[in-house]
């Protein structure tokens, strides 16, 4: 049986004694996610939290990577168009 089986399919990603008690700065890294009826957005960043007394402050945010903001389409007024997109646009093949 591997470590991983004997964890129950589990994969930790810190070591099992690390306490957030005994932790003043934390590194994050964050996927920002921000799907809407019109338009679509994808952030990821690098978050530096810090502890303040009894809570954590974001001291560092470094984003690396931003997506252009997309367009929702739409088949009519108030239809999304569902579709996917391969079968929205039609490339001509190279001659």
């Given at each position: 049986?591997?470590?991983?089986?004997?964890?129950?399919?589990?994969?930790?990603?810190?070591?099992?004694?690390?306490?957030?008690?005994?932790?003043?700065?934390?590194?994050?890294?964050?996927?920002?996610?921000?799907?809407?009826?019109?338009?679509?957005?994808?952030?990821?960043?690098?978050?530096?939290?810090?502890?303040?007394?009894?809570?954590?402050?974001?001291?560092?945010?470094?984003?690396?990577?931003?997506?252009?903001?997309?367009?929702?389409?739409?088949?009519?007024?108030?239809?999304i168009?569902?579709?996917?997109?391969?079968?929205?646009?039609?490339?001509?093949?190279?001659?």
């Open positions: 049986m591997t470590d991983e089986e004997a964890q129950g399919g589990r994969i930790f990603f810190s070591s099992t004694g690390r306490s957030l008690v005994e932790e003043d700065e934390l590194v994050v890294l964050s996927v920002g996610v921000d799907i809407g009826s019109s338009t679509s957005h994808l952030v990821f960043s690098r978050i530096v939290l810090e502890r303040l007394d009894s809570r954590y402050v974001v001291t560092i945010r470094e984003t690396f990577y931003q997506s252009d903001i997309l367009l929702t389409p739409y088949a009519a007024e108030e239809e168009d569902a579709a996917p997109k391969s079968t929205r646009t039609r490339s001509t093949p190279a001659r």
